[in-house]
């Protein structure tokens, strides 16, 4: 059984895009392959109309970089590609070139569960230029989908103000890896559990279920299903209760639940998959209650996202926990991060040539050079990030920070404020220099990032925007690197 | 390397929810494990507000049911849970059961590349109750995500009037699979190749890339870039021209394009990626005309879906290649397909007992019996499709089928018309008695299939809502079930 964190130790270098493989032979042909050259990979907007966005993904990262190398079958499959003259498209000592391929570049990155904001470098590649080129594509892919669902765990998990989150999306995930990536993200974000057996052998996440609609549909009545589950697994029972009647449901409940009490056991709580989950979880507390079972959890499901949890918790709902599945798994609302992976400079002769594309969209101009982000804090609150070039002037007693699309917005930072640079060595020259921290750490991380920023760029619509900025000398290599591309 | 087809041939028994696992575990200790069950797989929305749906994932569900088992190390991981009192969840009996569980299903389905429409059962599974339940989650995964994306490729595909459309989604996929399997699906639904390799070498799918914009980036001038390409692969000359400016790299485009024809090669076309496609295809195709490149085509992407393809043709763009990613492979506008599997008949003592599961919403009520779907034609088109019981009366001279939610829609089909039952037989007490097509085959049979169908079904917004009855003796089946399910 090989997948996921077994599936990256080993070869998934044709896991790119073909053009990466027709680029890597062009530069190996112009006897570009091994120049040096520095690519970040960032996003241009926080998903989900949100103030932040949740790191994740390195952990498959350092799994897919360690273990990157072509097999025999990958050689195989790319020598016998014919260009349409009918001729080979590639030759063998390219095929060659390949073989012998060891991945070898600097990687910089920001940790899983750390909050970061559009523009910053979330990975920063440094090496071959044929290297950093084959990596583009599932560099991208792992951190594109693993960051965004993480970020909409975060979300959900803020909306369900400390109470547990149930991961529930397997069904509806897009396929095998997007559940798997989706469980494992969800958890960093915030979520408690899992329904993904898979998941919890694989990752250590918890797993969490009880029964479905057909357990109660396989028997003659609700009351007889409910008790022959009691009967086979007293330790985990909530039932679901609106097969029929969401009412009567609880009352089987309960009844059954008193059974349980006499052999000494609790029934855990009640489901709600359907209908008004207002106005039943606050009848089935009442009942509950009433019946003494105060410390029964009232477990809701039924396409939740973070913004029908906001609107339960104004309607004072009764519940307790929250199970979410395809609005998660699929951050339904806005199904892609759309994070893109830049070249930003490249070696010529011993000296590092900063590098921009040009657009028409101002958005879409990157910003060049071998740069890094620094956070500053002011009373231990996260206050500015500040984008800046390594090799620039950093002895400033204060910094400017300029807007990148509205150069107008200006904020000053003190270089003696408690700082941290985001970006961390996790290779170097393709060893591993990174310890990483196990899933339950990176998920504490998250919780423990998130609350060093104000609530206000947390709210889950028209967040307050947290100010990024480009440090002055780099702002200003930009607008001159951009205006003599336009000029040209 | 075990991904997807390697993948699949492994165990993922545990692939599943939690839930079915401790169904299967009250199943078992209540003695109801082997009972005789029929579970059908369906949806009930044409995802993307549109007419039809294509189906796909059955060479996936085929190798996933083949390869049931659990393995020790799934089983070691079930032995360990231990529930609230600290016990073990699973009875070490129960653990050996799973450890002999051998598939031995019926499975129906439709095939791939199929015409389906809501409610009609996608997958039929008749088998013991415990395996029925535990194959719910996987089966879904499978089939929803494809399902999904076969469908959007297929109006993708319908958009582009016959035109290529290459599948560019790999980097903003939802993980490894999420990928992999677009690619697959999106192939089946039309599109003609992928930029994916790896789905490329394990499927057969063409693969297509030239270069990018990096690789511009890379040079000191584009026209040095475009030179070095022409180079390296000058049977493989397709352009990015918008880097700086894509009017000045349509002439540089030319220009080497021209250089390339004295060496007896000629330059397949130029890429657009940003910018007014419209406008800058049009002038791209006069300029190339102009030069005599009649034959080179014009590739476009940039976050292109059906609609604005839709718009494209209208303004009488000079597109002739679509390249198409994000909003493909994540099937973005609604990202899943909420495909269901509920029980609808369990045998006891011999006889077969229809099921419904009553619902205040009645589009959730599903459909009871042991069922299956007949499509009529009329002079070679599609005219209805018959959800009708399989041993239900079926010797009538015409059959009346009323709709599922509107029992007012009613419409009447003629026994003698032409027509075919969609569900095929699989599995046969889990041996597999189908023969799977290539994949080539399975899209060209989607193509076939469409075109089946007026094309007021095929309509991109507002289509023509294409008949789906049951057939009368099933309707009253199942109103008089739910009627006795709600007195109660």
Redesign the interface.
Known sequence: ???TK??YQ???A??????????A??????G?AE?E?V?NLFFRKNPFQGGFTIAAGLDYVIDYCRNFHF?E??LS?LGQ?K???G?A?FEVAFIDYLREMRFSCDIDAVEEGSVIFPNSPLIRVKGP?IQC?LL??PL???T??QTLIATKAARITLAAKGEDVLE?G?????????????SRAAYIGGCSAT????A??LFGIP?????????I??FDSEIEAFK??A???P??CVFLVD??DTIKGVEHAIEVGKALREKG??M?GVRID??DLAYYSNRARQMLDEAGFENAKIVASNDLDEHIMFSLKVQESSINVWGVG?KLV???DQ????AVY??SA?KKEGKWIP?V?????SI?INIPGFHNVRRFYKNGVANADMIFLENGTNDKKEFLLIDPIDPTKRKKVGKDWDSEVLLKNIFVKGEKVYQRPDIHTIRENTKANLAKFDKAHKRLVNPHIYAVGLEETLYNLRTSLVLE?KA?
């Open positions: 059984m090989k997948i077994d599936l080993s070869s998934l044709l896991l790119t895009d073909f053009y990466q493989l027709t680029m032979y062009a530069y190996w042909k112009s570009k120049e050259a690519f097999d079958q990958d499959y590609m260009g349409k003259s001729e498209m230029l080129q583009e594509t991208l892919n792992i594109n989908f529930f397997l069904r509806r995930a897009q396929g095998i890896d997007g559940a798997l990536a989706a329904s993904n057996v898979m919890g052998k797993v969490s279920g009880t029964h479905a609609h057909s357990w549909m396989s022959a589950y009967e086979a697994l330790d985990n097969t029929y056991k609790e855990l359907s209908g395809t699929t951050a339904y199904p892609a991060l759309g830049k070249l490249i590098k594309k040009v657009s028409q969209q879409k591309a040209k």
